[in-house]
């Protein structure tokens, strides 16, 4: 998502998280990226998963493999 569009590319997933600023945006599943500016609330769902809410309003449910990153954040969101 961006903005109010949507791009389908096909490139893995680990490409795109090299070529992104680590400060800015956080992989939080395997099919997911976010940029942390753009967090507006996380709830804690279950055991290492979240679900996070982008300005936006859209939904993206953490992977359990990506709770520490979200932790992480979450302790130190500056």
Same mark, same amino acid.
């Given at each position: 998502?961006?903005?109010? +569009?949507?791009? #389908?590319?096909?490139?893995?997933?680990?490409?795109?998280?090299?070529? #992104?600023?680590?400060?800015?945006?956080?992989?939080?599943?395997?099919?997911?990226?976010?940029?942390?500016?753009?967090?507006?609330?996380?709830?804690?769902? +279950?055991?290492?998963?979240?679900?996070?809410?982008?300005?936006?309003?859209?939904?993206?449910?953490?992977?359990?493999?990506?709770?520490?990153?979200?932790?992480?954040? #979450? +302790?130190n969101p500056f």
């Open positions: 998502h961006a903005g109010p +569009a949507s791009h #389908l590319v096909h490139v893995s997933m680990n490409s795109i998280e090299a070529a #992104l600023d680590p400060d800015s945006f956080l992989r939080v599943h395997r099919s997911h990226i976010v940029n942390v500016t753009r967090i507006k609330q996380v709830w804690s769902v +279950a055991r290492g998963q979240y679900v996070i809410e982008l300005a936006s309003g859209a939904r993206v449910p953490s992977g359990r493999t990506y709770g520490d990153r979200v932790r992480e954040l #979450l +302790a």
